[in-house]
């Protein structure tokens, strides 16, 4: 923010001297949109989405930015993993869908994590499904 705050002030003073006054406030204006957007980012980068499978249960917990906390609680023997699948872009959208109910997840990864996630919950519900394992050890 600083260097892009030097750069506009050297370039409106440079615009003011060629008598063009009006592009220093213009760029002035830039400076505080970025600012805007750099802390409208910041702020909803604290949201986060946790998501655990045991033998009995998938639970789903998701925190806004505003710290509104939404979970759902689904039971792993009926939840299927629905994928909206993009022929050019990969997987578009995730969904655990459960009795009816549709829970969208992993809204903010990119299509190759989206596919590596994918690949990961089915690998732990299938694990799920298969119940709890003795190991006398």
């Keep these: 923010?600083?260097?892009l705050s030097a750069v506009s002030f050297a370039t409106g003073i440079a615009f003011l001297l060629m008598g063009a006054w009006p592009v220093l406030?213009?760029?002035?204006?830039?400076v505080l949109v970025v600012y805007w957007a750099f802390r409208v980012n910041f702020r909803r980068?604290?949201?986060t989405e946790e998501i655990t499978v045991t033998p009995l249960e998938l639970r789903v917990r998701r925190v806004s930015h505003r710290g509104h906390v939404v979970e759902w609680v689904l039971n792993p023997l009926w939840v299927q993993l629905d994928q909206k699948v993009h022929a050019e872009f990969g997987i578009e959208r995730l969904y655990l869908v459960s009795r009816g109910r549709r829970v969208s997840i992993g809204n903010f990864l990119g299509a190759d994590e989206k596919a590596s996630f994918a690949k990961a919950l089915m690998a732990a519900l299938q694990t799920a499904k298969r119940g709890i394992t003795y190991n006398p050890l």
Excluded: V
Aim: aromatic content about 16%; glycine content about 24%; proline content about 0%.
């Design 25 to 30: 406030g213009f760029l002035g204006l830039d």
């Design 45 to 47: 980068a604290a949201a």
């Design 1 to 3: 923010m600083g260097f």
